[in-house]
């Protein structure tokens, strides 16, 4: 294991990512997969395969029937994209704060972006604004945690001078700020229904995703 390890250092950039890339591609090939191929309607992964391969145009002489290729291709498909683009977007946002204050410690959960994020999307599903289009939910979300952001970052260069542990500690201090305006929110309205749809949002969840969110 030893000189495996340090054989994997020896190689360049390039020659790690030629053969990285390779390898996580055919791997989140598979997951798509086995995940198109699971759900209350089981889908053979031959059948799958073929359906996501003459999506490309690539015709792979797989048979299956149009219920599954409607199964696959509008049901499913959407879902799977959707949710490796908010991994993909919750990857970003970790590494682009962790690099841009040089600390592991600057997690949007930790400094209150999450927080001032869900803050803006509560209010928009409360006030009734999210039902005005399907964007709204998301562009307050990303402007209530850009404003936490600012705010948290303003606290950590209060004196003219950027200190990354008084940023941390308003964050996790503005975090909990937000997070019992929200829990005071959920428990003074009276509206069920938004009640419930705060909750699946905050929770999160990949029902009823269709190309359109996509």
């Known amino acids: 294991m030893g000189r495996f390890s340090r054989n994997i250092q020896s190689l360049s950039l390039k020659a790690k990512l030629g053969i990285a890339v390779p390898t996580l591609s055919a791997l989140l090939l598979l997951v798509v997969v086995i995940s198109a191929s699971q759900g209350p309607v089981g889908l053979p992964f031959g059948a ?67 927080s001032g994020g869900a803050l803006a999307g509560v209010i928009v599903i409360v006030t009734g604004a999210a039902a005005s289009h399907v964007l709204v939910t998301p562009a307050a979300a990303f402007g209530g945690a850009m404003i936490a952001a600012f705010v948290v970052y303003g606290i950590g260069s209060i004196g003219g001078r950027f200190t990354l542990g008084i940023l941390i500690l308003a964050g996790v201090a503005l975090s909990s700020l937000l997070s019992a305006v929200i829990t005071f929110i959920l428990l003074s309205t009276q509206n069920v229904d938004a009640i419930r749809e705060i909750l699946f949002w905050l929770t999160g969840g990949l029902d009823a995703r269709l190309w359109l969110h996509v």
Do not use: C, K, W
């Open 48 to 114: 799958v395969l073929g359906i996501l391969l003459a999506d490309l145009g690539i015709d792979a002489g797989a048979e299956y029937t149009q219920r599954a290729e409607i199964v696959v291709n509008q049901i499913r498909l959407p879902r799977i994209i959707t949710a490796g683009l908010v991994g993909m977007s919750l990857a970003i946002a970790g590494t682009t704060l962790q690099g841009l204050f040089r600390n592991p410690m600057a997690d949007p959960g930790i400094i209150g972006v999450s």
